[in-house]
């Protein structure tokens, strides 16, 4: 069962794939937060023991797949964030003119 799950995701999974990470981050985003994945616990897997190896294996698969959807879901905070500054600075400028500007104080040393 379990090589025939990868010969599908070898296949015919990456569109997929892509589809339903970046259907997931927009979903994520649109909570306006974006939760970083507990990484995996780094003990090497055993040659003795297939069946924890196995479980390993699967722990890597899960943040690999988990942290594909957070950097995607930073991607989208990052876009909107750009967006809403670029519509604020807008607006700043249809209001206010020339006077649409950031002053700053400087000392002389």
Same mark, same amino acid.
């Given at each position: 069962?379990?090589?025939?799950?990868r010969?599908?995701?070898r =296949?015919?999974?990456? /569109?997929?794939?892509?589809?339903?990470?970046?259907?997931?981050a927009?979903?994520?985003? /649109? +909570?306006?937060?974006?939760?970083?994945?507990?990484?995996?616990?780094?003990?090497p897997?055993?040659?003795?023991?297939?069946?924890?190896?196995?479980?390993?294996?699967? %722990?890597? +698969?899960r943040?690999?797949?988990?942290?594909?959807?957070?950097?995607n879901c930073?991607?989208?905070? +990052?876009?909107?964030?750009? @967006?809403e =500054?670029? @519509?604020?600075?807008?607006?700043w400028?249809?209001?206010?003119? %020339?006077?649409?500007?950031?002053?700053?104080?400087?000392? %002389?040393?």
């Open positions: 069962m379990a090589s025939a799950r010969h599908w995701v =296949h015919c999974g990456p /569109s997929v794939l892509a589809l339903a990470l970046a259907t997931s927009g979903a994520a985003w /649109s +909570q306006g937060v974006c939760y970083r994945p507990a990484e995996p616990y780094p003990y897997p055993p040659a003795d023991d297939p069946e924890f190896a196995e479980f390993v294996n699967g %722990e890597y +698969q943040y690999m797949l988990e942290i594909e959807d957070y950097l930073l991607n989208a905070a +990052q876009a909107d964030a750009f @967006e =500054h670029r @519509e604020v600075m807008d607006r400028i249809a209001y206010f003119g %020339e006077d649409a500007a950031l002053w700053f104080d400087l000392e %002389e040393d």
